[in-house]
């Protein structure tokens, strides 16, 4: 072992966003060539480090691979930056669990049918579904003029109404989504952008 090691990666994280989970590093800086950078992971249930598909890349990212999709699962990952013969220290992460550490993203609204007294939205989840699985859409609706006064309501459906509204009048609504999964962990996902849109006239 060189006594002059490399720097370690700084700012090693996971970034998962509807269960598609990658690490992050920043760069390792030096003067005298290119530095690759080496990923491994581990389960909890099995203690030993195995080789992700990233050994002796170039960019600072490592997205998990098919077989690390489990979503229940205890992951660790450690990454090393290397050159030549020179290695750094391993850099390992906190356990990663998918189904508590992602960041859901809102439904995304297909279509929205407009008539004098409600709002007809039809949505697609934010990704596939897993056994025991169910997913709840929370949908906070207001009037423009008084975007205080919010009303909530939750739908299990894809197709839903937003009802007894006035007529000519516009409403905006905001949907967020609540993953429940067969062992009840309850995961509230981000809320979508609000978006608005003028009743008919009767």
């Given at each position: 072992e060189s006594s002059a090691r490399l720097p370690a990666p700084k700012d090693v994280m996971i970034y998962s966003y509807?269960?598609?989970?990658s690490l992050r590093w920043s760069p390792v800086e030096v003067d005298r060539g290119l530095v690759l950078y080496t990923v491994h992971f581990k389960t909890r249930?099995?203690?030993?480090?195995?080789?992700?598909n990233c050994t002796r890349?170039?960019?600072?990212?490592?997205?998990?691979?098919?077989?690390l999709k489990e979503r229940r699962w205890t992951f660790f990952l450690r990454v090393r930056a290397e050159l030549g013969e020179e290695t750094s220290e391993w850099v390992e992460t906190a356990p990663f669990v998918a189904e508590r550490n992602t960041t859901i993203g809102p439904p995304k609204v297909n279509s929205v049918s407009v008539s004098s007294d409600s709002l007809l939205i039809s949505v697609t989840?934010?990704?596939?579904f897993e056994a025991g699985d169910s997913l709840q859409y929370h949908v906070a609706y207001w009037e423009n003029a008084t975007s205080t006064t919010k009303k909530e309501m939750k739908m299990s459906n894809t197709l839903f109404k937003i009802e007894n509204l006035k007529e000519l009048t516009l409403y905006c609504f905001r949907i967020q989504v609540e993953l429940i999964t067969y062992s009840d962990l309850q995961l509230l996902g981000l809320q979508s952008v609000p978006d608005c849109y003028r009743t008919t006239a009767s």
């Open positions: 509807n269960f598609r989970s249930a099995f203690n030993q480090w195995d080789e992700m890349i170039t960019q600072t990212e490592c997205s998990f691979p098919w077989s989840p934010p990704f596939g």
